[in-house]
């Protein structure tokens, strides 16, 4: 089976420091996508950030950066200057090319407090 | 418009009773897709459409039944739901020849069954 694993049910950080949610996943594709997706209590998912495969460039959004090992499959995301906004379930997903019946499959998320 | 729009918010409803949950895109998006999610635990497929034609069914029992009337609009229609069926139903949109690359989320609908 394909999976995608978020090790950490619950993490905790304080504002204004740096926080590394992670990751696993499990392929036998060599092209994919991974996801970095937000839902704060108004429910809606928000994508944060997102790495195509072949890229070997990690990639960055503002105060949001990923590290992607590809050969070990690992894809964790780092939060840095932390707010109170960024308190939200994470979740990592990974999705194939090819087009809208290439699923988007989920890890079981991370939810992440921001302490003031 | 970047939006995924459902409607209602929220809904409660009877066992017995039929209700149609709503979800609108205007990005030109040619698949649509709907996906259930309890509390605390990550989405699940449970449609997806690709130029309004039903392209995947994840074994979903027959009392949800998803319809996609023109390429703008996808509605989930209700009928004799069990209280285990009460979740955030959420729909997304992506264009259809990139998938998982671009999808658009609603905020989704509560649905509690009573």
């Known amino acids: 089976a394909q999976t995608v694993t978020q090790s950490q049910p619950e993490m905790s950080v304080q504002e204004a420091e740096t926080v590394t949610l992670s990751c696993t996943y499990d392929?036998?594709?060599?092209?994919?996508?991974l996801f970095w997706y937000k839902q704060p209590p108004s429910r809606q998912m928000i994508l944060v950030i997102r790495?195509?495969?072949?890229?070997?460039q990690n990639a960055t959004e503002n105060r949001f950066s990923v590290n992607f090992q590809k050969a070990a499959k690992s894809f964790s995301l780092k939060i840095s200057d932390s707010q109170l906004g960024d308190a939200a379930m994470y979740f990592c997903?990974?999705?194939?090319?090819?087009?809208?019946?290439?699923?988007?499959?989920f890890g079981t998320g991370t939810l992440l407090a921001v302490q003031p | 418009d970047t939006e995924v729009t459902q409607t209602p918010k929220h809904l409660v409803m009877g066992m017995t009773n039929k209700k149609s949950l709503k979800c609108e895109q205007h990005?030109?998006?040619?698949?649509m897709y709907w996906y259930k999610q309890k509390a605390k635990k990550p989405p699940e497929l449970m449609f997806v459409?690709?130029?309004?034609?039903?392209?995947i069914n994840e074994s979903v029992p027959s009392r949800f039944s998803p319809e996609c009337p023109n390429s703008s609009l996808l509605n989930l229609h209700l009928h004799a739901l069990q209280p285990e069926d009460s979740a955030l139903y959420l729909c997304?949109?992506?264009?259809?020849?990139?998938?998982?690359?671009?999808?658009?989320f609603g905020s989704g609908t509560r649905l509690t069954v009573v």
């Open positions: 997304a949109s992506s264009q259809a020849d990139r998938g998982p690359y671009g999808y658009t």
């Open positions: 392929t036998s594709e060599s092209d994919y996508y």
């Open positions: 790495q195509e495969a072949y890229k070997q």
């Open positions: 997903a990974r999705g194939g090319y090819g087009g809208a019946t290439n699923k988007l499959i």
């Open positions: 990005m030109g998006h040619r698949a």
């Open positions: 459409y690709s130029y309004e034609k039903l392209s």
